[in-house]
């Protein structure tokens, strides 16, 4: 079925992942300036008409050099059976995390010094608030995203990278919304990303259907016509007739898309190059999940607030939705947590703009 939001692609060029859904991996999307109001007034004109977009220059080259040492340091600082140092690719096997998706939700991640210290970027906040038209946001206390090099892992032989056996490497194709269409068929959280290495065909990252969100709602009022009360072909037909976009970003961008919007992570498409002669091993990507939405949107904000104090002082990591309390990585208290919050970063969690 031919969509109004769907480029004039080139089959040909496309490749089909593991789910058969065919996905571009070239195409770079473009990229919005948070600097420039009329520039971000579009890329969120962009993000309602297809259900992602990329707002470009939210942190700085410091601010990127800060980030990154800091997710390395929370790594670092891991407890035996971790053993993890930057560069030292041998310590890497041992890994935190849902390695089949690349995310890190455990160990204190969602209220470490890195995650703080990201969410609490002015232009961050700045972004949502365009996006809710009010500064009174809940930030959510999400974790982070790793991939390792799987094409450098020092414990597997050729042989098991090209049967594709490789433990390290993500799983993709996990197509999924975060916000079901049936109970809230309107826009009520939009997930972020960001981006502190660059992304491409060659690293893997995010995966979205385009225009998929409002496919949704298309397909819903269509079939409630006709008294189709069936979920599972809807959610098929809209895989089958869009197409996979990886998204292409630079260091300091943020990725935003519409929780309606069907996506999921995607490993690398195109074996990335070895290393020079006395390059650093890095990792292949390092992103910051994070999400702002109002405060007017909780439906207990007394309880709410409660729960996610109580969260930040016991290091626990909960999911991308501010106003709707979910733990993720389990209940383990990971200590009480020894950061100093600003004024700036308490507002965050209590959902003010003081």
Same mark, same amino acid.
């Given at each position: 079925?031919?969509?109004?939001?769907r480029?004039?692609?080139?089959?040909?060029?496309?490749?089909?992942?593991?789910?058969?859904?065919?996905?571009?991996?070239?195409?770079?999307?473009?990229?919005?300036?948070?600097?420039?109001?009329?520039?971000?007034?579009?890329?969120?004109?962009?993000?309602?008409?297809?259900?992602?977009?990329?707002?470009?220059?939210?942190l700085?080259?410091?601010?990127?050099?800060?980030?990154?040492?800091?997710?390395?340091q929370?790594?670092?600082?891991?407890?035996?059976p971790?053993?993890?140092?930057?560069?030292?690719?041998?310590?890497?096997?041992?890994?935190?995390?849902?390695?089949?998706?690349?995310?890190?939700?455990?160990?204190?991640?969602?209220?470490?010094?890195?995650?703080?210290?990201?969410r609490?970027?002015?232009?961050?906040?700045?972004?949502?608030?365009?996006?809710?038209?009010?500064?009174?946001?809940?930030?959510?206390?999400?974790?982070?995203?790793?991939?390792?090099?799987?094409?450098?892992n020092?414990?597997?032989?050729?042989?098991?990278?090209?049967?594709?056996?490789?433990?390290?490497k993500?799983i993709?194709?996990n197509?999924?919304v975060?916000?079901?269409?049936?109970?809230?068929?309107?826009?009520?959280?939009?997930?972020?990303?960001?981006? =502190? +290495?660059p992304?491409?065909?060659? #690293? *893997?990252?995010?995966?979205? %259907? &385009?225009?998929? /969100?409002?496919?949704?709602? @298309? =397909? +819903?009022?269509?079939?409630?016509? #006709? *008294?189709?009360?069936?979920? %599972? &072909?809807?959610? /098929?037909e809209?895989?089958? @007739?869009?197409?996979?976009?990886?998204?292409?970003?630079?260091?300091?961008?943020?990725?935003?898309?519409?929780?309606?919007?069907?996506?999921?992570?995607?490993?690398?498409?195109?074996?990335?190059?070895?290393l020079?002669?006395?390059?650093?091993?890095?990792?292949?990507?390092?992103?910051?999940?994070?999400?702002?939405?109002?405060?007017?949107?909780?439906?207990?904000?007394?309880?709410?607030?409660?729960?996610?104090?109580?969260?930040?002082?016991?290091?626990?990591?909960?999911?991308?939705?501010?106003?709707?309390?979910?733990?993720?990585?389990?209940?383990?208290?990971?200590?009480?947590?020894?950061?100093?919050?600003?004024?700036?970063?308490?507002?965050?969690?209590?959902?003010?703009?003081?």
């Amino acid at each position: 079925m031919a969509r109004a939001d769907r480029p004039n692609k080139n089959d040909q060029l496309m490749e089909l992942d593991r789910a058969g859904i065919k996905v571009d991996y070239r195409t770079k999307s473009p990229r919005f300036s948070c600097q420039d109001p009329e520039t971000l007034a579009d890329g969120l004109r962009h993000l309602e008409r297809h259900g992602y977009t990329i707002i470009s220059d939210v942190l700085d080259e410091i601010e990127i050099n800060t980030a990154k040492n800091l997710i390395w340091q929370h790594l670092e600082g891991l407890k035996s059976p971790y053993k993890i140092k930057r560069g030292q690719i041998h310590t890497w096997n041992i890994w935190p995390g849902r390695h089949e998706a690349g995310i890190v939700e455990d160990f204190g991640s969602g209220n470490s010094q890195a995650q703080w210290f990201i969410r609490s970027v002015p232009a961050i906040k700045d972004i949502f608030a365009e996006i809710w038209l009010t500064r009174n946001l809940l930030c959510s206390m999400d974790g982070i995203g790793l991939f390792r090099p799987w094409h450098l892992n020092p414990q597997i032989q050729q042989r098991d990278i090209e049967n594709k056996t490789n433990p390290w490497k993500t799983i993709g194709a996990n197509w999924h919304v975060d916000q079901s269409p049936v109970t809230k068929p309107n826009r009520v959280c939009v997930q972020g990303i960001i981006n =502190l +290495l660059p992304a491409d065909e060659t #690293t *893997g990252g995010l995966m979205v %259907i &385009p225009g998929s /969100h409002n496919r949704f709602h @298309e =397909l +819903l009022s269509i079939w409630k016509k #006709t *008294g189709n009360n069936s979920k %599972i &072909p809807l959610y /098929h037909e809209i895989l089958q @007739e869009g197409y996979g976009l990886l998204i292409h970003a630079q260091p300091g961008d943020l990725l935003l898309w519409d929780s309606r919007t069907v996506h999921c992570n995607t490993p690398s498409f195109v074996t990335p190059q070895p290393l020079n002669n006395g390059e650093r091993t890095d990792l292949l990507r390092m992103v910051s999940y994070i999400c702002m939405t109002p405060l007017a949107f909780a439906e207990n904000p007394d309880e709410l607030i409660d729960r996610r104090l109580n969260a930040f002082r016991y290091r626990l990591t909960t999911s991308h939705w501010p106003h709707e309390f979910q733990l993720m990585g389990g209940e383990i208290s990971r200590g009480e947590n020894s950061i100093q919050l600003t004024d700036y970063q308490r507002n965050l969690i209590l959902g003010i703009d003081q």
